[in-house]
């Protein structure tokens, strides 16, 4: 009887049309390892912050440290970006064609920019909470931090059309901080998020220098044009554009391909989807 239910219930699942058209990987190829890629993160966050995230060398210098931990970074992403390249040849044979190396060493060159960049981040957060003690405290505790960190990470293999992992790496940051930044977005310097649960920032959105947003604010789209199958046309500009020195409090949002402009604040709970001058504010009251 035990036997019989087993076997029944695997032919099921192995053999309907489900399986066959829509759910069933037909890759047999190593595919990518979530836990792996929970580990690159951790290096990536110890190479960006050193000092940070390891504990202070006694023996060798940190860049030495740092030369130590990017050796071990190499091997683990080169494997990944392989994977993920090898699932989308099922789409496009011509993926996985390409140099993995090339991708990987681009990416490792990108890291100084990152840090740079992250570095504004740090100031922005800090300077905007009164609550933050320190630069320590913002890197070491902040969600939102966590979140840009990987979304700047994330964006970096995106821009270097690598399929697949800069979803991942974004999906994780969400999943552990309650934020959800699309690795397509463009951000630029001095990048705030205050509090940040509930955070969606998606994947056409544009943010300029100078941002903050705080929890629950939405920047998404209003609708999707359709095609002559009556399924949503992926890839065309359709979420807010956000100029430099705008603050978004918390709920608030902002769909469609609009503009705020700069200078701007939104309060909270805030429903917008229609442009926004500059040195604009928009309350309830």
């Known amino acids: 009887m035990y036997n019989n239910i087993i076997s029944e219930v695997s032919n099921k699942l192995t053999s309907n049309e489900t399986f066959n058209k829509k759910i069933m990987c037909s890759i047999f190829k190593p595919l990518p390892d979530n836990e792996v890629i929970k580990e690159i993160i951790k290096l990536l966050f110890q190479v960006l912050y050193p000092g940070y995230f390891f504990d202070l060398p006694k023996t060798i210098t940190i860049k030495t440290n740092v030369e130590y931990i990017l050796e071990r970074l190499y091997g683990l992403i080169i494997d990944q970006i392989h994977r993920c390249l090898c699932l ?3 789409y496009d044979n011509k993926v996985c064609n390409q140099n993995v190396n090339d991708i990987v060493e681009s990416f490792l060159k990108k890291l100084p920019t990152i840090q740079e960049r992250l570095a504004t981040d740090v100031i922005a957060i800090y300077n905007g909470d009164p609550a933050a003690k320190s630069y320590d405290e913002v890197i070491l505790c902040y969600p939102g931090l966590k979140a840009i960190t ?3 990470i994330a964006h970096e293999l995106y821009n270097l059309n690598v399929p697949l992992l800069p979803r991942i790496i974004t999906e ?3 999943s552990e901080t309650g934020i959800d930044i699309h690795p397509g977005a463009k951000i630029g310097e001095y990048f705030a998020i205050d509090h ?3 955070i969606v920032i998606g994947e056409t959105t544009e943010i300029g220098n100078n941002v903050k947003i705080y929890q629950g604010v939405t920047l998404g789209a209003k609708s999707f044009p359709l095609d002559e199958n009556g399924n949503p ?3 065309i500009p359709r979420h807010p ?3 430099d020195n705008v603050i978004i409090y918390a709920e608030a949002t902002i769909l469609g391909r609009i503009r705020i402009g700069h ?3 939104i309060g909270a709970n805030q429903w917008i ?6 040195y604009t504010k928009i309350t309830s009251i």
């Open 263 to 265: 200078h701007s604040i």
């Open 172 to 174: 994780i940051a969400h």
């Open 196 to 198: 940040g649960t509930g």
């Open 273 to 278: 989807t229609s442009d926004v001058p500059p």
């Open 241 to 243: 554009i956000v100029e």
């Open 150 to 152: 990987c979304y700047r």
């Open 88 to 90: 989308s040849c099922k």
């Open 233 to 235: 046309i992926k890839g």
